[in-house]
C-alpha cells in the first residue's frame, strides 16, 4: 500500500502516524508489524516526539547544523545536504501492531522527514500478519 503526502517547506517533518493507523485499519490486521519505507532519495522516515513541535524544530536545526545545504559538495544537483541527511536517518521503520493499532509510545509519532521540498513523496507500507 502507498500512501502520498505533500510536503511544504524544503525541510519537513510531517506526522504520517494517523495515515498508517488508518491504513491498518483498512488491511483488518490486528496483530503484526507494519514496515513503513520511504520510496525516496532525500526524504527519510522517523520515530520521534509529536506532543511538543519544538521537538521536529530541534531535528531539523540541529540536522541544517551537522549538514549545511552548502559545503563544497560534488554531487551537480545541489541537493547533496539532502542526500546525506537521509542516509543519516535512514528511509524506513518497523512499527509493531496489537489490537489492530500501531504500538506507540504516548509521545511517539511517525515522520516523513523532508529534506528537499516542497514535493510529493510516496511512504510504502508492508504488513506482517503474526
Ligand atoms: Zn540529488
Redesign the pocket.
Known sequence: MIINIQTSHRTDMVDITDKIERAVKETGITTGIVHVYSMH??AAITINENADHDVKTDISNTLDKLIPWEDNYR?T????A??LKTSLIGTSELVPIANGKLIMGTWQGVFLCEF?GPRHRKVHLTFLKS
Open positions: 532519495t532525500t554531487h544537483e545541489g541537493n547533496s539532502a542526500h528537499d
